[in-house]
């Protein structure tokens, strides 16, 4: 069963804006932490963001901070990560997660769902 579906990965020049989407589209995770990771070529999955269920409280890891922004629509069970200028170190696959566990925050391991991934692709 699919519980997570991202969209909105591409190939854009740096500067440019990018939106990914991940939702949760038969609501079968009831109330959930929502989580961003991302995998570039030959390193480790990494934190890039993370939602409270409510979406009062966010985190951000320092790379993406100021330029990246999470959040979400609980009436569409879906969460959003809004990139804005972007650089070509941000280029890797990116990785939406979800997890019942309120306490998970930056370790990958508390998710428990996970998306597909979506490429986001920036070039110089």
């Known amino acids: 069963q699919v519980y997570l579906v991202e969209s909105g990965g591409g190939e854009v020049q740096a500067g440019d804006s990018l939106r990914l989407s991940c939702e949760n589209p038969?609501?079968?995770?009831?109330?959930?932490?929502m989580g961003w990771f991302r995998q570039a070529p030959g390193k480790e999955k990494e934190f890039v963001a993370v939602?409270?269920?409510?979406?009062?409280?966010?985190d951000m890891d320092d790379s993406v901070r100021g330029r990246f922004i999470v959040s979400r629509d609980n009436t569409k069970n879906t969460g959003y990560l809004q990139m804005n200028s972007l650089k070509p170190e941000d280029t890797a696959v990116y990785y939406c997660?979800?997890?019942?566990?309120?306490?998970?925050?930056?370790?990958?391991?508390?998710?428990?769902?996970w998306g597909q991934g979506t490429q986001v692709t920036v070039s110089s």
């Open positions: 939602i409270s269920w409510s979406g009062t409280s966010t």
């Open positions: 997660a979800a997890t019942p566990k309120f306490y998970a925050r930056t370790y990958s391991g508390h998710y428990d769902y």
């Open positions: 038969r609501r079968t995770l009831g109330r959930f932490v």
